[in-house]
């Protein structure tokens, strides 16, 4: 077993996909201690730079350099689904447990040099990975995750997407690796569980490389930002990507930056707009709008002559500057996708849009009384397991084994569930949104969710990110008088996580948010039911 921390460092990496060039030559140095976090807009290329990195997807160009020993976490986990839950446990740790047995066995041999170098080099590695506290750390995570509630013996495809994300937690929990690199890996996480990922991340000695939407998370846990949106001042102000300090501070940093670029531009254009000026001048605005006199030719001659020949060098001396400043000018500063809420006109005024009484799913959830009035705004809050999801499947009419009163007076409902779907995921994103919406809907370009590059697209070829803000832009352009949204925020960007909150507050219709965001319930200001 390789005991040494090293670094993962990936130069110049580029990668494409057809004509799109994902990753223009990335440069990323993680070293051991350090926690870099990967921000940008969805399709910016995070995941395929972190499959990169994992030695999962061969760049196009540039190298990696990676540690011994490096685990890689996507957003969907990669278990094979004919396993059980007890055999992907056991082989997280089996490792760490066999290194504990040889030590054991080379404990008698030590007076043999070859014996006692190994049985120092097996005790490096068994404290880095704190081998003597698998233990403890194991029933701490199966209990803060809700591992236990799940029959070991199940097979993984027959897991929900939220136990297979908290089973993929668990294992990295335990084993304790010295590098790990990690797709949104809050997606699906309450709070006890994300407490003790962020503990676990601060905690390891080793390299950390993370793509996540969760603010707060990467508020507590990263040392450094890499920004992969484009910036021609960078977050660090000289062009560069990479940002030492939380996500708080480079915000901050970030939209610096983004001012200095915008007042770049705009000093720049107003710089080119006056060459160009200075190049159409001509010689016809010598002694403009007089003709020579009889006894003044000769010095108006002589002096229109002075000034043409001035007028010519001017505009050479503007030719050649603006030559250079076209060739070398400030790229236009992108304009990021804004999302804007549709126009709907809801068809139930006043009065209450639903009412619960006594609601009972055995097992998933309980709640006595709620009433919902007509463009109320509800966060249904509690931690994995305490019906959230549940509760929003009642609502919608998806979820219909209950027991108890429950009156939605309205049916025009619609849901964003966490793991979106698609009836044909070969079609162009454009298109399903289209059939889903209906002809009357607005057009999907409109809404600020989805670039336009992607509309023709197929939805399968669209990133996870991608294909959550096509589902989001399904359900918020269907006219309805009930919004349902089911953790709206995993899988977003950042700035658009910021939008859709915004919107919140002046959505036409009756909204429920469901939501372990840490930030968004920080912020919340309307009703809440707490299900914990």
Same mark, same amino acid.
């Given at each position: 077993?390789?005991?040494?921390?090293?670094?993962?460092?990936?130069?110049?990496?580029?990668?494409?996909?057809?004509?799109?060039?994902?990753?223009?030559?990335?440069?990323?140095?993680?070293?051991?201690?350090?926690?870099?976090?990967?921000?940008?807009?969805?399709?910016?290329?995070?995941?395929?730079?972190?499959?990169?990195?994992?030695?999962?997807?061969?760049?196009?160009?540039?190298?990696?350099?990676?540690?011994?020993?490096?685990?890689?976490?996507?957003?969907? %986990?990669?278990?094979?689904?004919?396993?059980?839950?007890?055999?992907?446990?056991?082989?997280?740790?089996?490792?760490?447990?066999?290194?504990?047995?040889?030590?054991?066995?080379?404990?008698?041999?030590?007076?043999? %040099?070859?014996?006692?170098?190994?049985?120092?080099?097996?005790?490096?590695?068994?404290?880095?990975?704190?081998?003597?506290?698998?233990?403890?750390?194991?029933?701490?995570?199966?209990?803060?995750?809700?591992?236990?509630?799940?029959?070991?013996?199940?097979?993984?495809?027959?897991?929900?997407?939220?136990?297979?994300?908290?089973?993929?937690?668990?294992?990295?929990?335990?084993?304790?690796?010295?590098? =790990?690199?990690?797709?949104?890996?809050?997606?699906?996480?309450?709070?006890?569980?994300?407490?003790?990922?962020?503990?676990?991340?601060?905690?390891?000695?080793?390299?950390?490389?993370?793509?996540?939407?969760?603010?707060?998370?990467?508020?507590?846990?990263?040392?450094?930002?890499?920004?992969?949106?484009?910036?021609?001042?960078?977050?660090?102000?000289?062009?560069?990507?990479?940002?030492?300090?939380?996500?708080?501070?480079?915000?901050?940093?970030?939209?610096?930056?983004?001012?200095?670029?915008?007042?770049?531009?705009?000093?720049?254009?107003?710089?080119?707009?006056?060459?160009?000026?200075?190049?159409?001048?001509?010689?016809?605005?010598?002694?403009?709008?007089?003709?020579?006199?009889?006894?003044?030719?000769?010095?108006?001659?002589?002096?229109?002559?002075?000034?043409?020949?001035?007028?010519?060098?001017?505009?050479?001396?503007?030719?050649?500057?603006?030559?250079?400043?076209?060739?070398d000018q400030i790229p236009k500063p992108p304009a990021p996708l804004r999302f804007r809420l549709p126009t709907t006109r809801p068809s139930h005024a006043g009065g209450l849009v639903a009412q619960i009484r006594g609601l009972s799913v055995p097992g998933r959830v309980e709640l006595q009384s709620w009433d919902l009035a007509a463009e109320g705004r509800t966060l249904v809050t509690g931690p994995n397991g305490s019906g959230k999801s549940t509760l929003l499947g009642v609502l919608s009419g998806r979820v219909t084994e209950f027991?108890?009163?429950?009156?939605?007076?309205?049916?025009?409902?619609?849901?964003?569930?966490?793991?979106?779907?698609?009836?044909?995921?070969?079609?162009?994103?454009?298109?399903?949104?289209?059939?889903?919406?209906?002809?009357?809907?607005?057009? =999907?370009?409109?809404?600020?969710?989805?670039?336009?590059?992607?509309?023709?697209? %197929?939805?399968?070829?669209?990133?996870?990110?991608?294909?959550?803000?096509?589902?989001?832009?399904?359900?918020?352009?269907?006219?309805?008088?009930?919004?349902?949204?089911?953790?709206?925020?995993?899988?977003?960007?950042?700035?658009?996580?910021?939008?859709?909150?915004?919107?919140?507050?002046?959505?036409?219709?009756?909204?429920?948010?469901?939501?372990?965001?840490?930030?968004?319930?920080?912020?919340?200001?309307?009703?809440?039911?707490?299900?914990?």
């Open positions: 077993m390789d005991t040494a921390l090293g670094p993962l460092v990936g130069r110049s990496i580029s990668k494409r996909f057809g004509n799109q060039l994902v990753l223009p030559g990335i440069d990323l140095v993680a070293s051991p201690g350090q926690r870099v976090g990967l921000v940008g807009e969805n399709g910016s290329g995070k995941s395929t730079l972190l499959r990169v990195l994992a030695g999962q997807l061969t760049p196009d160009g540039g190298e990696v350099e990676r540690p011994a020993e490096l685990i890689y976490l996507p957003q969907v %986990p990669p278990f094979d689904d004919g396993q059980t839950v007890r055999q992907v446990l056991e082989q997280a740790v089996r490792p760490i447990r066999e290194s504990l047995a040889e030590l054991e066995n080379l404990s008698g041999e030590l007076d043999r %040099p070859a014996s006692a170098q190994r049985y120092a080099e097996l005790l490096d590695w068994a404290e880095v990975h704190g081998a003597w506290d698998l233990e403890r750390r194991t029933r701490q995570a199966q209990e803060t995750l809700g591992i236990e509630a799940i029959d070991e013996e199940s097979l993984i495809g027959d897991l929900s997407g939220g136990e297979r994300s908290r089973l993929a937690i668990a294992t990295i929990i335990t084993s304790r690796p010295t590098c =790990l690199v990690l797709d949104e890996p809050t997606n699906h996480l309450d709070d006890a569980a994300m407490t003790l990922l962020e503990d676990l991340l601060r905690d390891l000695p080793g390299v950390v490389v993370v793509a996540s939407h969760d603010r707060v998370f990467l508020d507590r846990v990263v040392t450094h930002i890499v920004d992969l949106d484009p910036s021609h001042f960078g977050t660090d102000g000289e062009g560069g990507r990479r940002y030492r300090g939380n996500f708080s501070s480079y915000v901050e940093q970030r939209s610096a930056s983004l001012r200095r670029w915008q007042e770049a531009f705009k000093a720049e254009q107003d710089e080119l707009d006056d060459l160009r000026s200075a190049v159409q001048i001509g010689t016809g605005a010598v002694a403009h709008g007089r003709a020579a006199r009889d006894n003044d030719k000769a010095l108006y001659n002589f002096k229109g002559g002075k000034v043409e020949q001035t007028l010519a060098r001017r505009k050479r001396n503007a030719e050649r500057r603006l030559e250079v400043a076209e060739r027991v108890g009163q429950v009156d939605v007076r309205t049916d025009r409902v619609r849901e964003l569930r966490q793991d979106v779907v698609f009836p044909d995921p070969e079609q162009p994103a454009g298109q399903a949104y289209r059939l889903l919406v209906g002809p009357e809907a607005p057009e =999907l370009r409109s809404l600020g969710l989805l670039h336009p590059r992607e509309h023709a697209k %197929p939805v399968s070829s669209l990133s996870v990110g991608q294909q959550r803000r096509l589902g989001l832009a399904v359900a918020m352009a269907s006219e309805c008088d009930l919004l349902l949204l089911d953790e709206p925020s995993n899988h977003l960007s950042l700035a658009l996580v910021d939008e859709l909150e915004e919107v919140f507050s002046t959505a036409p219709m009756a909204l429920v948010v469901a939501s372990h965001d840490r930030w968004l319930r920080e912020r919340w200001t309307d009703e809440r039911i707490d299900l914990g």
